[in-house]
């Protein structure tokens, strides 16, 4: 029982540090993600001041400008995106690990139950069969009273 109360130990351990990367993880993907938001709005922003300034009369140097630095910013949003992407991966990556882990942690777990109750049982056997032989033993020695004091 003590080695199972180990192996659950370190499955345990195994476990918490999984959920630990996991939600590392999780975070890493969803800091990505708010900088790729940021990123879209940013281009949307500088979008609606080129259409403005456009509209008000913009020069054509000023027109190539307003696009160029609107290419960069796609260029930043697909390079994001990419991370955004492989961050992902390794969230879902990662969550499978602890699962995958989590199922053995149970498991051992549900072992080390089923081994309780194999012992409580073999106990209350045991228990049972002493109180059966006191039981036998009173009855003899009863008996055996009963007869010699006839």
Request: proline share 0%; charged share 25%; aromatic share 10%.
């Amino acid at each position: 029982m003590a080695k199972l109360a180990l192996l659950y130990r370190l499955e345990s351990d195994k476990e918490e540090k999984l959920r630990a990367d996991f939600l590392g993880a999780q975070q890493h993907w969803q800091s990505h993600q708010q900088k790729l938001n940021g990123l879209n709005q940013f281009r949307q922003e500088y979008f609606a001041q080129l259409t403005q300034k456009a509209q008000a009369g913009l020069s054509s140097a000023g027109f190539s400008h307003y696009q160029n630095f609107i290419s960069k910013i796609d260029q930043a949003i697909e390079q994001q995106t990419q991370v955004v992407e492989t961050a992902y991966r390794v969230t879902e990556q990662r969550q499978s690990q602890w699962r995958q882990q989590r199922v053995r942690t149970e498991a051992v777990a549900k072992l080390i139950e089923k081994e309780k109750l194999k012992q409580q049982a073999k106990l209350a056997k045991a228990e049972q069969k002493m109180l059966d032989e006191f039981a036998t033993n009173q009855f003899y020695a009863r008996r055996r009273s009963g007869e010699t004091g006839m």
